[in-house]
């Protein structure tokens, strides 16, 4: 490596974008454009917060080591350099390094991770236990990733076009691989969770004629706790049937007396228990439960009308043990009983093995609210059916509500955003584009009143600085309450008030609360409505440089010369991004100087190497993004 490299290891420098090549590496195949282009803008307005990683592969070439999608948004936003840290990396640690950035940072999909941790493997030749070691993972977690390869292409496809996560891929792969399309397509289709999926898998598997994908082990268990239990659940289940059984178990010798005593008729039968008032019965009966079957509180579901919601439906057995469990809901082309779009031919979902006692079962429905939904929280009943534990057929209702927050109204077929006059702010301004602390400012604004049938009056406006300490507060001899008479039927009325912004407030965004209060013209009822706007606000830059340091007594043509330039933030507020460049007649620079942020108070040393290009005396200047300028001494 050269000398000059081997001097600028780990430094930031500012590199030209067309000089960076992609990584040979990247685990990643997919990236969010919308996710990428909020990047871009983000980096517009704020800088690049982190540098990039490369190393060098040539001469003012480079390779990216981490940092893909920053530089995708460097170049989306069109800038011309970007910071970036230089390294010494081989192609092993060059390839571990974007994977474990990717990991770390946006979500990596399932595929993308396997093909990078074996490409790792590869890179590093080493065992899949070595590498779960240095990736952070367990082993059998890695395995479990690396098996994902196992899928076809087209199946990988199938997963990451609708959005299947890892464990949806790890059920189909109990399957044989020409069944495993199907239950994915099914997975995709019906939009199932991970346990669905384990359940369709488990009834794949279970079906007549199913081949067997591996030879199935029945495990030994040794804990001695689950027979105990097994026979204890025995007679619980003699007591619920009236059976006055009764258990005692002794621990000595070594070994565990578990006695069972179950009373007896004359004619040998099992003898009742006398009946009790305050005992349940022991029919088998279904509730609808609080939590789902993870302890999660079940919410009512709430959405608009033409909102696709997710109902969930946790059902907790009572008493005794059911199965052949079904769920059906209850279809009526009264709006008013089933708000959905009736669009399958069968609703009914099944949980194919038994329950017990205590044990919840959750269903889950994709269903669309009607566009003809009304206004309010609707009863929607379900029909359940199952088979207790004496094989009869059973059946029951049970409910659930749902919220349709905006609909038709229930007496008209217009929709209730007309029934409520609202006021917005459809649009708003600033004096200035850039707002600095102490400075005065107007703001601007458009006010409408979105009903389109009724007029309103006695329209207050207040603003307010939403912290809790105003930083922006009225303007001398100004008021921050504004009063308008009237605003009819869809109009607009348009603002101004001016404001003044505290001398020490911090550089950021700060939000303003709008109240609104007005009154129905047609029903003299009051309502209230609430809006915020954001304000930026900028500390002005003062920066102070020393004058260079030139290390060289005399510089020589097309040869580096170094020079140090010291930089004070004398302002109140940091500043991002700093960079140092040079510019002169006869006079190259080397490369940019990236120093980052220099926070308030703090001091800059930046590194500069400058290559003269013509002989005599050379002026130039120091460019910073602060816009301080200072000559340069003369260069022999």
Not at 200 to 222: E, F, N
Request: charged residues 25%; proline residues 5%; neutral net charge.
């Amino acid at each position: 490596m050269p000398k000059n490299d081997i001097q600028k290891q780990g430094r930031i420098l500012m590199l030209p974008v067309d000089c960076i090549e992609p990584s040979p590496y990247q685990a990643r195949t997919a990236f969010d454009e919308p996710e990428i282009a909020a990047l871009a803008v983000s980096i517009l307005q704020n800088g690049l917060l982190q540098p990039i990683s490369v190393r060098r592969v040539g001469i003012r070439k480079y390779q990216l080591v981490a940092g893909e999608r920053r530089l995708r948004a460097c170049r989306l936003a069109k800038l011309e350099k970007v910071p970036a840290i230089l390294a010494d990396y081989d192609d092993s640690e060059s390839a571990a390094l974007g994977l474990l950035e990717n990991l770390q940072r946006s979500q990596l999909d399932p595929f993308d991770t396997a093909r990078g941790i074996k490409e790792v493997i590869r890179l590093w030749g080493c065992t899949q236990a070595e590498a779960a070691r240095r990736l952070g993972l367990s082993q059998p977690a890695l395995a479990n990733k690396l098996r994902l390869l196992t899928l076809t292409a087209e199946q990988q496809q199938l997963c990451t076009a609708n959005h299947l996560s890892e464990r949806h891929a790890r059920a189909a792969l109990r399957l044989p691989e020409s069944r495993r399309t199907p239950a994915l397509e099914k997975m995709a289709r019906d939009k199932m969770s991970v346990r669905q999926a384990d359940r369709l898998v488990d009834q794949m598997l279970a079906a007549p004629g199913s081949p067997s994908p591996c030879r199935r082990t029945i495990p030994m268990v040794r804990d001695v706790r689950f027979f105990v239990n097994t026979l204890q659940h025995a007679v619980d289940l003699m007591t619920q049937k009236g059976i006055a059984a009764t258990t005692h178990c002794d621990k000595h010798d070594g070994c565990l007396e578990y006695i069972v005593r179950i009373p007896v008729s004359s004619d040998g039968t099992a003898g009742k228990q006398e009946d009790d008032p305050k005992k349940e019965d022991s029919e088998f009966r279904i509730r609808t439960s609080s939590v789902d079957s993870n302890g999660v509180c079940v919410l009512t579901p709430s959405g608009d009308y033409g909102d696709q919601l997710e109902v969930r439906l946790p059902l907790t057995c009572t008493n005794g043990y059911v199965y052949d469990l079904k769920v059906t809901p209850v279809l009526s082309n009264d709006i008013e009983k089933f708000p959905f779009d009736i669009d399958l031919v069968d609703y009914t979902l099944s949980y194919p093995g038994s329950i017990g006692r205590g044990q919840v079962v959750e269903f889950l429905y994709h269903l669309r609210l009607s566009k003809k939904a009304t206004v309010g929280v609707k009863q929607v009943d379900f029909n359940v059916t199952y088979r207790n534990d004496e094989g009869d057929l059973k059946s029951g209702t049970v409910s659930l509500f749902v919220n349709v927050r905006k609909g038709l109204s229930p007496t008209s077929d217009k929709d209730t955003t007309t029934s409520v006059p609202k006021l917005i702010i459809e649009s708003y301004k600033l004096s200035s584009d850039k707002i600095y602390a102490g400075e005065t400012f107007d703001l601007e604004f458009t006010i409408k009143n979105t009903s389109d049938s009724t007029n309103l009056q006695n329209v207050q406006i207040h603003i307010k600085d939403a912290g809790e300490t105003a930083t922006i507060v009225p303007a001398s001899g100004g008021s921050n309450t504004l009063y308008i008479s009237k605003i009819g039927k869809g109009q607009s009325s348009s603002q101004k008030v001016s404001l003044q912004t505290a001398p020490d407030a911090a550089a950021k965004a700060y939000t303003l609360n709008v109240d609104f209060s007005y009154e129905s013209a047609s029903t003299n009822a009051a309502h209230t409505a609430n809006e915020t706007i954001a304000v930026p606000i900028l500390q002005k830059i003062r920066l102070k440089c020393d004058e260079p340091t030139v290390y060289d007594d005399v510089s020589y043509l097309d040869s580096s010369t170094s020079m140090s330039i010291k930089m004070y933030n004398m302002g109140r507020s940091s500043i991002y991004n700093c960079i140092v460049d040079v510019e002169g007649n006869g006079l190259k620079l080397e490369e940019s100087y990236f120093g980052g942020t220099l926070s308030a108070g703090s001091t800059l040393a930046a590194d500069i190497s400058v290559i003269p290009s013509e002989a005599g005396d050379i002026q130039g200047t120091v460019v910073t993004v602060s816009y301080t300028h200072l000559k340069l001494p003369t260069i022999a």
